[in-house]
């Protein structure tokens, strides 16, 4: 088991930037970090992911606004969120994926709500 906490959200203008944190209670090292979020009435989507080696992915309405990174060390991985738009409103939910001779592995964290808005 993995336990996840966020935080760093809240109210931001557009175009303004916002850190998220995510601290899990273990470590990391094993696993796949990801940010997802989800708006009133639609679905979660993935927004970015990390893998240990540090590869990236980003959905593409963030791609050169947002970054995910890691710290191993500190079993933490961050979301930094520059240029914000409204359409980034949503809860922002981190979760850690491991694969392993049991299958895969997900856990998620309770979310915290970045809202975008003038």
């Known amino acids: 088991q993995v336990q996840l906490v966020e935080s760093g959200g809240g109210l931001v203008q557009p175009g303004g930037s916002l850190r998220l944190s995510c601290v899990a209670s273990?470590?990391?090292?094993?696993?796949?970090m990801g940010w997802h979020r989800q708006a009133p009435g639609k679905q979660r989507e993935l927004v970015a992911s990390i893998t240990n080696g540090g590869s990236t992915y980003y959905v593409d309405s963030v791609k050169g606004r947002f970054t995910i990174s890691r710290d191993n060390a500190k079993n933490t991985v961050y979301l930094q969120m520059n240029s914000l738009k409204p359409e980034d409103t949503a809860v922002y939910y981190c979760?850690?994926?491991?694969?392993?001779?049991?299958?895969?592995?997900?856990?998620w964290g309770q979310g915290t709500q970045v809202t975008v808005s003038s």
């Open positions: 979760s850690a994926v491991s694969y392993g001779l049991g299958g895969r592995n997900n856990f």
């Open positions: 273990r470590s990391i090292s094993n696993y796949i």
